[in-house]
Nanobody, 120 residues
Framework: QVQLVESGGGLVQAGGSLRLSCAASGSIFSINAMGWYRQAPGKQRELVATTTSGGTTTYAGSLKGRFSISRDNAKNTVYLQMNSLKPEDTAVYYC??????????????WGKGTLVTVSA
């Protein structure tokens, strides 16, 4: 089994910063990609940023420049640095992992989510 443990969410004032972390553990043979999605109240889940094992990063266009994704391969951990936060960034942020476990095909895994609330 694969576990994703997220941390770093909370309440912050507009203009502030937060750093999210997500550590993957379990019987992981290889990681293809890690990243973050978010879901605001009443809205669909949307891409925030992802990073592949080859180092390719993808951002939602509106977030590039304020958000930065990074990864520690040795720790199977992905980070999301969020700067200049706005009230519209308020959402539950979900960690995403695409990984292969022994004797299986690549599979997507999701964390339980961490709430980020940005006050005006």
């Amino acid at each position: 089994q694969v576990q994703l443990v997220e941390s770093g969410g909370g309440l912050v004032q507009a203009g502030g910063s937060l750093r999210l972390s997500c550590a993957a553990s379990g019987s992981i043979f290889s990681i293809n990609a890690m990243g973050w999605y978010r879901q605001a109240p009443g809205k669909q889940r949307e891409l925030v940023a992802t990073t592949t094992s080859g180092g390719t990063t993808t951002y939602a266009g509106s977030l590039k420049g304020r958000f930065s994704i990074s990864r520690d391969n040795a720790k199977n951990t992905v980070y999301l640095q969020m700067n200049s936060l706005k009230p519209e960034d308020t959402a539950v942020y979900y960690c995403f992992l695409s990984a292969t476990i022994p004797l299986s095909i690549p599979t997507a895994y999701w964390g339980k989510g961490t709430l980020v609330t940005v006050s005006a």
